[in-house]
Nanobody, 126 residues
Framework: QVQLAEAGGGLVQAGGSLRVSCAASGLTFSLYALGWFRQAPGKEREFVARISRSGGSTDYAGSVKDRFTISRDNAKNTVYLQMNSLKPEDTAVYYC???????????????????WGQGTQVTVSS
């Protein structure tokens, strides 16, 4: 059974930093591209960042580029999202997701993933 478990969310002041992680089990981690998404109250889930199987390719939403960094450790079956210069508008539940790819790329679509985690709350106070 595939499980994605996010951790590391919490309350942080604007301008601060936070790192969330997502530990995967039940799958061959290195065969999956990974993504981070977020959903704020009353809003639709939105793409934040994604990373290829090897970690050699990454992609970010414009709203987080140059502030957030996605990375992965295939030996630990874990993907990370380092968030710096946080803003109140970054407040949301953050979800990780995994999709099986047969090549080392990012995939053709932003939102079609095979597995999703339960999410972790990130709250940025002003």
């Amino acid at each position: 059974q595939v499980q994605l478990a996010e951790a590391g969310g919490g309350l942080v002041q604007a301008g601060g930093s936070l790192r969330v992680s997502c530990a995967a089990s039940g799958l061959t981690f290195s065969l999956y591209a990974l993504g981070w998404f977020r959903q704020a109250p009353g809003k639709e889930r939105e793409f934040v960042a994604r990373i290829s199987r090897s970690g050699g390719s990454t992609d970010y939403a414009g709203s987080v580029k140059d502030r957030f960094t996605i990375s992965r450790d295939n030996a630990k079956n874990t993907v990370y999202l380092q968030m710096n210069s946080l803003k109140p508008e970054d407040t949301a539940v953050y979800y990780c997701a995994a999709k099986r790819l047969y090549y080392d790329g990012l995939g053709r679509t932003l939102y079609e993933y095979d597995y999703w985690g339960q999410g972790t709350q990130v709250t940025v106070s002003s």
